[in-house]
């Protein structure tokens, strides 16, 4: 007789399932990324001075990455929603924990790669020079920041899938929980690409702050996400 | 996992080859009794038809058997586990299928009975055996099932509960959208499943089609049983 | 099931008792407030703003704390205790009627005091946060879906706005501490306090207090009479369902 995976085995087998819908579907990537960057491309315009965009540069990256957030985090769940996989995934009793941790872990690899390409944009449109030494501190925090959104995104949009008005919802829902990780990882590429003013190393505390989050909503979602995706 | 555990026999009807027990069961759906005291008893391995008006309570009597829903009064035993307790058990025994099927629509029919086998544990070979059961062609195993026609989807849906080796198949108007052809196909697999021991509930408005497959027709009025039928 | 007798109004005994009590210490506030406590040597008359912004803030939070407490039982409980449910939901609209309070209090006293009505400061802009994630925690409240269901995702909710708050208080500290021109409007709430204004906060808190648990169990009593009238309304929907068999046969 089969026994039913673990957590880590099914996590690992939702993640890799998320990621290969991406890879055939190409939304993230031919959507998602693409509107983000034409948000990038219309801050210049709202702000229309190039040295205050360079210094601006860090906190408009990670609203852009939090506005994308939104989207991915909407199109995770409308992918379970669209033929009843959620409900059929409930029935067959799979772990929530594990659900939980393979959507977060595809959603974070996604906004990752957002993260990456929007980082990159920057570079180039808002005419950056970063030092040398920043790429430690940059690479880290993005993963820090990527899985805190991506855990918090996870919990509520697995709570708003298939209700109606969650288009409207998921944003008021979203958007007051990760504040601080919009404040830490501002600060933390502020400090990796040198555009604040602050030395490489004072970047490493927020990389702290971003951790601290990470690990405290992906411990509340693995608690209460099977509560708030049940029937 | 619990539901290893051998089944106990159920002394409250001194037999287990029931697979359902549902007594006086009442469920409310909103402030409307969906069910307003069902009785049913259904045997092990045997084919039932649920059939009755729009409203009458069919959809509700399955998913109640899917530990979907819970009684609000009354009794309800799905494979000796109660589910006014705890379903839990139940899960991953029972295979629902509601007016969607559970697909992923960018995943393969292979990768789709794939992953709905590896949610139980199951490997490649159950998920051959599965997809030979229900009649799926090399060239379609291959294919998106966005690609599929809808009797191809609901024989790749049932091939994922085939491969998940589920006692008890729930499917709620599983012939709408087929053509005939597909319909006669599938009341031809549905009748292999329950030869081969699965116990298959199914609803359906068509009358003269359940009355001559099923083993065990169920009238359903107004949230009641008004007439049963076996053979 | 016994169906118990239908009260006439939410109060009982109890409840009188404590809004008699919450209007005398209001009384009390407003005497204390507005006549007897003198004006600050540095405010003025803008400290008596204070009378009802720190009892408001209290307020606001001990309601999310009571919301909080609920969530995590709601959740351990599987959504099944829906009496602390509706204390869970009956405290979070308070809280918020109480945020949006303190807010508007805190805004006009930094506007007199500071010359600002925002000031990007640690507690306020948790606070101003947290504002809005109850709004949306009222929100999810009123999604369709069964009690349950309702119960557990606004429990969901409430667990996640309460882990917030340290993280968002404890990020806009580190980030605020970086900017040295904080801490010359860092005269903060914290006001040169003599016996009499600390007696009549006293007396806000108290006066607060009693508002808000009279406030609950109206609040939570009506919902228990609305979740009273769907019990009802089943047993008379399950009589009219037992008539249509017989005449309904098969149609």
Known sequence: MSTPPGVVATARMIAARDLRIEWRARVVMNQVIPFAAVTMVLFAFAVDDTGALGRLAPGLVWLTVMFSLLLCAQRAFAIESADGALEALRVAGVDPVGIFLG????????????????VLAALILYDLDPPAGGVVLLVTSAICATCALAATGTIYAGLAAGVSGRETLLPLLVVPVVSPVLIGATRAVEAALGTGGT????????????????????????????SAIRD | MSADRPTTPDRDHGST???????????????????????????RGTLVGLRGPNGAGKTTVLRLCAGLLRPDRGTARVLNVDVADDPAPLRWRVGYLGHSNGLYDDLTALENVTFWASTVGAGRGDVDAAMAAMEISDRLRDVRVRHLSAGQRRRVALAGLVARRCELWLLDEPHTGLDVDARDQLDRLLRAGADAGATVMLSSHDLDRVDAMVDHGVDLVAGRVSREVRR | MTTPTTPRSTGTRATRVIGIAAIVMSAWLTLFGLVLSPADVAQGDAVRIMYVHVPSVWLAYLAFIVTAICSVWVLVA????????????????????????????????????????????????????LFITYIGYLAVRGLDGSPEQRARRSAVVGVVAVA???????????????????????????????????????????????????????RARVMALAALVEERSLDEALAERAAEVPAGGQN
């Open chain 1, 103 to 118: 959507k977060a872990a595809a959603l974070a690899v996604q906004l990752l790669a957002l993260a990456a390409v929007m």
């Open chain 1, 199 to 226: 030395a490489v190393a004072d970047g490493w505390p927020w990389v702290g702050l971003l951790a601290v989050v990470a690990v405290a909503s992906a411990v509340v979602g693995a608690l209460t996400f099977g």
């Open chain 2, 17 to 43: 080859d029931a697979a359902v027990v549902l007594e006086a069961a009442v469920v409310v759906m909103g402030a409307f009794p969906a069910l307003a005291g069902v009785d049913l008893r259904v045997r």
């Open chain 3, 78 to 129: 599987r959504g099944r205790v829906p009496g602390v449910d509706r204390v869970a939901g009956a405290s979070a609209e308070i809280g918020v009627v109480f945020m949006a309070v303190t807010l508007v209090s805190g805004m006009l006293w930094g506007r007199i005091t500071w010359g600002v009505y925002w000031q990007w400061d640690a507690r306020l802009t948790t606070t101003a946060l």
């Open chain 3, 164 to 218: 917030e708050i340290p993280l968002v208080h404890w990020s806009v500290r580190l980030w605020r501490s970086l900017h040295q021109e904080a801490t010359v409007l860092d005269t903060d709430l914290d006001v040169d306090i003599d016996g009499l204004m600390l007696f009549t906060l006293f007396v806000g808190v108290i006066a607060f207090t009693l508002w808000f648990v009279w406030f609950v169990l109206h």
